[in-house]
T-cell receptor
Framework: QKEVEQNSGPLSVPEGAIASLNCTYSDRGSQSFFWYRQYSGKSPELIMFIYSNGDKEDGRFTAQLNKASQYVSLLIRDSQPSDSATYLCAVGTGTASKLTFGTGTRLQVTL | DTGVSQNPRHKITKRGQNVTFRCDPISEHNRLYWYRQTLGQGPEFLTYFQNEAQLEKSRLLSDRFSAERPKGSFSTLEIQRTEQGDSAMYLC??????????FGQGTRLTVV
């Protein structure tokens, strides 16, 4: 079992719709959770982080964390073509630990 | 520019040659990470430093790879006797304490 799992996609959503990206992790000791966006050929760019169970909203983005189910998700409201990218889920087990990444989900927002 | 800086951005080398990459982290960030990413995969952890101390190395890291962070500032990653399988994007990230990590632009290595 991979430490951090994501559906590779592509996930295709129409412009203006809600995109839902999911991630599961295997280490119950994980404490910090991050979503990064990566455009083709570019480096990952931090979108959101979440440390506590529940929802965290930032503009069009909402991160959701359920530690009991070892599940973290990212919702993108009012999806735009510029949101088309690969979204990487990353998990940290402690304040100083490395981040373990999933393989990423490719999102395509269609006109 | 106050972000994480990596040099060079691109490197093409012949198999068997040694290469060295440099990473300049955000100045107040005491943690520095090296990752490698191949096409279609997420970043794979290589090693990390807290200040000048190298605290963790991936089990997957061959002894051809070595990293340093003298004086806890910039870091270098050296690959000796490069192989075609070393072709990848090498990413550096820095992090203030336990908070979010910020990536540099990466160094794309092609071994021919």
């Amino acid at each position: 079992q991979k430490e951090v799992e994501q559906n590779s996609g592509p996930l295709s959503v129409p412009e203006g719709a809600i995109a839902s990206l999911n991630c599961t992790y295997s280490d119950r000791g994980s404490q910090s959770f991050f979503w990064y966006r990566q455009y083709s050929g570019k480096s990952p760019e931090l979108i959101m982080f979440i440390y506590s169970n529940g929802d965290k909203e930032d503009g069009r983005f909402t991160a959701q964390l359920n530690k009991a189910s070892q599940y973290v998700s990212l919702l993108i409201r009012d999806s735009q073509p510029s949101d088309s990218a690969t979204y990487l889920c990353a998990v940290g087990t402690g304040t100083a630990s490395k981040l373990t990444f999933g393989t990423g989900t490719r999102l395509q927002v269609t006109l | 520019d106050t972000g994480v800086s990596q040099n060079p951005r691109h490197k093409i080398t012949k198999r068997g040659q040694n290469v060295t990459f440099r990473c300049d982290p955000i100045s107040e960030h005491n943690r520095l990470y090296w990752y490698r990413q191949t096409l279609g995969q997420g970043p794979e952890f290589l090693t990390y430093f807290q200040n000048e101390a190298q605290l963790e190395k991936s089990r997957l890291l061959s002894d051809r790879f070595s990293a340093e962070r003298p004086k806890g500032s910039f870091s270098t990653l050296e690959i000796q006797r490069t192989e075609q399988g070393d072709s990848a994007m090498y990413l550096c990230a820095s992090r203030p304490g336990g908070h979010e990590a910020f990536f540099g632009q990466g160094t794309r290595l092609t071994v021919v």
